[in-house]
């Protein structure tokens, strides 16, 4: 079982999430949604147990549960500012990127240095609602198991496949050998976002917030895109740029029957 003391660091900590292969998610919606044969131990107030005790029924054999925390102790241990009086230490969920690069049609986004743990979660959050096949990141982007990112994923970090990827360009270039489109969001596009067609295999990519892609990323894609922008706008934020993107391939895959 894990101390207190274990479990801030684990929370606090990227290089233990990913030695012990595990994450913290805090919260009753990111418990519920839990895969609860990868939930490996349990903390629940003394409050929050009193008033709930269907959240620890059906959980699998061998989850360690800790029910008799009091409130005070509880809020230390929190990452958030109201606790919510539940925090589940899950095993990372694993995915196949055979599986996803196999499908028909994939639709796919890469997040080149998207740093800010809000977008990276919001995008894998809007990726599942738009029906993305997968997300990729590069090595200089968010943590996506960081608790501020698990938190904006509201439990899609379970379900969207998603791997992070050593170098943007060259990924590109494998995934153009393998018949995926890449199209990226950038200031010198020559087409709007909605003159290109995304029915076959197709990539977004998305640059950080502040710089956009490399020159060396534009390079590789197959189309720079522009989403056309009213007043004195020049650019949206990296989950909004990427919102628009994967619910216009959406439209089009839906119109196409």
């Not at 939930?39 to 699998?60: N, W």
């Given at each position: 079982?894990?101390?207190?003391?274990?479990?801030?660091?684990?929370?606090k900590?990227?290089?233990a999430r990913?030695m012990q292969?595990?994450?913290v998610?805090?919260?009753?919606?990111?418990?519920?949604?839990?895969?609860?044969e990868?939930?490996?131990?349990?903390?629940?107030?003394?409050?929050?147990?009193?008033?709930?005790?269907?959240?620890?029924?059906?959980?699998?054999a061998?989850?360690?549960?800790?029910?008799?925390?009091?409130?005070g102790?509880?809020?230390?241990?929190?990452?958030?500012?109201?606790?919510?009086?539940?925090?589940?230490?899950?095993?990372?969920?694993?995915?196949?990127?055979?599986?996803?690069?196999?499908?028909?049609?994939?639709l796919l986004?890469?997040l080149?240095?998207?740093?800010?743990p809000?977008?990276?979660?919001?995008?894998?959050?809007?990726?599942?609602?738009?029906?993305?096949?997968?997300?990729?990141?590069?090595?200089?982007?968010?943590?996506?198991?960081?608790?501020?990112?698990?938190?904006?994923?509201?439990?899609?970090?379970y379900?969207?496949?998603?791997?992070?990827?050593?170098?943007?360009?060259?990924?590109?270039?494998?995934?153009?050998?393998?018949?995926?489109?890449?199209?990226?969001?950038?200031?010198r596009g020559?087409?709007?976002?909605t003159?290109c067609?995304?029915?076959?295999?197709?990539?977004?990519?998305i640059?950080?917030?502040?710089?956009g892609?490399t020159?060396?990323?534009?390079?590789?894609c197959?189309?720079?895109?522009?989403?056309?922008?009213?007043?004195r706008?020049?650019?949206?934020?990296?989950?909004m740029?990427?919102?628009?993107?994967m619910?216009?391939?959406?439209r089009?895959?839906?119109?196409q029957?």
């Open positions: 079982m894990l101390s207190f003391k274990d479990i801030k660091f684990l929370m900590n990227k290089k990913d292969g595990l994450f998610a805090e919260g009753p919606r990111l418990f519920r949604e839990a895969p609860k990868d939930v490996v131990q349990v903390l629940v107030s003394k409050r929050f147990g009193a008033e709930h005790p269907e959240y620890l029924q059906g959980l699998a061998g989850t360690e549960v800790v029910t008799d925390i009091d409130e102790r509880f809020a230390s241990l929190s990452d958030t500012r109201t606790p919510q009086g539940i925090i589940a230490i899950v095993k990372k969920p694993v995915f196949s990127i055979d599986n996803v690069l196999g499908g028909a049609c994939p986004v890469l080149e240095n998207v740093q800010d809000g977008n990276a979660g919001t995008v894998l959050r809007t990726g599942e609602a738009a029906g993305v096949t997968a997300v990729f990141l590069t090595e200089g982007s968010a943590d996506l198991y960081s608790p501020k990112t698990v938190r904006a994923t509201m439990g899609s970090i379900r969207v496949p998603h791997f992070y990827v050593p170098d943007a360009a060259a990924f590109l270039k494998e995934m153009k050998g393998r018949g995926i489109a890449s199209y990226a969001a950038h200031l020559t087409s709007e976002y003159d067609s995304y029915r076959g295999g197709s990539l977004f990519v640059g950080n917030e502040g710089n892609i020159e060396e990323t534009a390079a590789a197959s189309s720079l895109i522009r989403i056309p922008m009213m007043g706008v020049e650019s949206l934020n990296a989950a740029a990427a919102c628009v993107l619910f216009e391939a959406q089009q895959r839906r119109s029957g």
